[in-house]
């Protein structure tokens, strides 16, 4: 009989559904899937509402749905738009019901509500995995350059203050995914890491934005704003001077916190939603970031649905003000955003849920690998350094298909 590790390996070389989240101290797998429920328009509020709370399992860890909302969905949900965007063919949105967790920590822990899940076969249908290392990029730096001067403009006019210019790389792939989800762990690993493998697509992430975590009553919000790209010697007292030291950069942040204690304060108690840590710096292997933790208390009377409204799409990878910035974006960019944009976690029976931003990830679907990064345009910004700094947030995932 098979031990754990030897067991969690099996699952890892096998091209079974399952899904991999960052937690504190290792990861989460979540495998065989009793329910998947595809998301859209119109089930999302009843999902988020009713759905969620009918789960009754035994293992507390298994009484979740656990998956993803696309930009699309949560953008539709709010009532805004995509009028000029071409339908990708991709889910909205999915959420997977799980009856196996296991738990990669110093030992390898299994619960399951199976009690032959050791027994179930695992597909090890023979898959042919490759993977270019050159990308087609829809805007070069002219074409940029051009949609940078033309939101400038609609700041100088007070339609928006802050926008976020979103690029796509694309190449021909069909990906090993959990080889490169480790991998990129390897070197890149975030608070809010993840993959889906499911048969027919799968996502690798090192997002490292929390957008939503909720216990019980209490909420916290992450946002990010503010990006420094990393040199060797580099330290983070020396980025965190930087931050402190720049005008664009300090403007762009207290913009995008000040709007996400105002989505809080939608949702939370008057007087409750306060600062935890303003302004600390977080280091990754390309670039250092600029982030704020804001707390609230929920109101009684608040439902899932509410919570999903207010805070999703995360202000920080739109701009401010949320839905004039949406609309003057969803109007102009060309590219469905797909999941890029939009929100990965899980929601509990209680009501606890945990989501993050979807930024740093692949998307690899239908043999095609997409890649997505956006930066901010305020008064301040140089369309040169904004550009730069889209690659340098791609920059991680990329290097993965040079190896």
Known sequence: MLNNKEYLNKIFQSNKPLIIYKTIGGYDVY??????????????????????????SPIKELNCHIGFFGFQ???????????????SNFYPGLAYQPQTIIQIRKNIIIKSLLKNYRKLQTVNKKVKYYYQNKFNLNLNEKQY????????????????????????????????????FWKLMDINESPESFLIRDIDYSIISCSPETLIQKKKNTIITKPIAGT????????????????????????????????????????????????NKLKIVEAYRDLYHYVTEIKGTVKKNVNNHDIISAMMPGGSVIGCPKINTLKLLNSREKINRNIYTGSFGYINANGNMRFNVIIRSILNHRNVAEISAASGVVIDSNPKDEYKENYIKAKSLLDLFKS
């Open 228 to 275: 420094l790209n990393r040199t060797k010697n580099m330290t983070k007292q020396y980025a965190y001077n930087f931050f402190k030291k720049n005008k664009k950069e300090s403007k762009e942040h207290n913009m995008i916190v000040d709007m996400e204690r105002n989505d809080l304060s939608r949702i939370c108690e008057t007087g409750t939603v306060k600062i």
């Open 31 to 56: 495998t065989d899937f009793k329910d998947k429920i595809i998301l859209n328009s119109k089930n999302f509020k009843n999902f988020l509402n009713k759905t969620s709370t009918k789960l009754k």
């Open 73 to 87: 969905l949560l953008c539709e949900n709010i009532k805004v738009k995509l009028p000029k965007q071409k339908n």
């Open 145 to 180: 350059t051009k949609l940078f001067r033309e939101f400038s403009e609609k700041i100088k006019l007070g339609e928006t203050y802050q926008i976020k210019i979103s690029q796509t790389y694309k190449n021909k792939s069909n990906l090993n995914s959990v080889e490169f």
